[in-house]
């Protein structure tokens, strides 16, 4: 862990240079006059220009973008060195499994509702042809830089199609433990605890998606649009009941009226293990940027080998600055320190301002038309 730590340090102070052009040599200047660290990167700025247009709405932070990020996690998690231990094939990691088996992984329980995305994603795999695997980790990071707030993520290619669909059972549910979820991540890649907490920063841009079909597209938190650190704080406050008439499994009552709250995410908001690395990034907008993009580009190169990939995070856009008109955290309207459930012993919560007007009603993010 320590050594972990460490490691983590040296890769945050490595991306933010890199971001910066000081590490990555840039070896070549493509037609729209960016340097790149390879003229292979070149192609991308094409892919990314269709994207944008044809994927993401002209460039929003919406529900393609929510999914395309969630896509992410879930073809890079089913990976499982334990499962290899013992003879089976334990899934590839970031290949694009997700994509190219498609009618067997968006089957499985926990990757339910993504068969809509990969619908949409595959025609542009098939139109630039690039691998499927590069290309979920490109849509990614493109879904995050379209959200104000993100970090600029890194963005590696190389990524050889999958060969085999990956094993059901490796994707972590919201009805999980989290004694399970910790014993996942540390199986996938040697996360720790507090790496888990960094992962799940991404549903601050996230939405439930046939969690219960009658009830689609609820935010996990008041800001879906923005990645802040909104998810963390409104995860602590009291629920006051459900978004639909009931919960479901792995839904759990949230505190604003047309918020979604899973299950695992309230329980690891409360757990003595993580409760202080979740409450961490209440105000503090640098560890919420640079632990995720540290988090994300790990997540990427699962099951890859990171010395024969190549560096094309020059691609990826700088997203916008969070609307200057509000703090970075704040309690939503109507709610108070009083309605936290302070889980964190050693720290108590971070002051902050509760934004003016009538309670706080979350809206619906509409589904991707055709899905
Ligand atoms: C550029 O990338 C390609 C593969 O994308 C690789 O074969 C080639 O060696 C790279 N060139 C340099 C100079 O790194
Ligand atoms: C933000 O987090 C960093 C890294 O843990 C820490 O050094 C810094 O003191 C924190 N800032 C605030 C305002 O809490």
Known sequence: MAFKKLLCVLFTALSLRAVQGAVVEKRATCSNGVAVSNESCCAWFTVLEDIQENLFNGGQCGAEAHESIRLVFHDAIAISPALEAEGQFGGGGADGSIMIFDEIETNFEANVGLDEIVKLQKPFVQ???????????FAGAVAMSNCPGAPQMNFFTGRAPATQAAPDGLVPEPFDSVDKIIARVDDAGQFDELELVWMLSAHSVAASNDIDPTIEGLPFDSTPGIFDSQFFVETQLVGTGFPGSSGNQGEVESPLRGEMRLQSDFSIARDSRTACEWQSFVNNQSKLT?????????LTQLGQNPDVMTDCSAVIPLSRAIPGNRPFSFFPAGKTVADVQQACASTPFPTLTTLPGPETSVARIPPPPGA
């Open 127 to 137: 139109r630039h042809g690039v691998t499927p695997g590069d290309f979920i980790a």
């Open 290 to 298: 640079s632990d995720f993009q540290f988090i994300f580009l790990a």
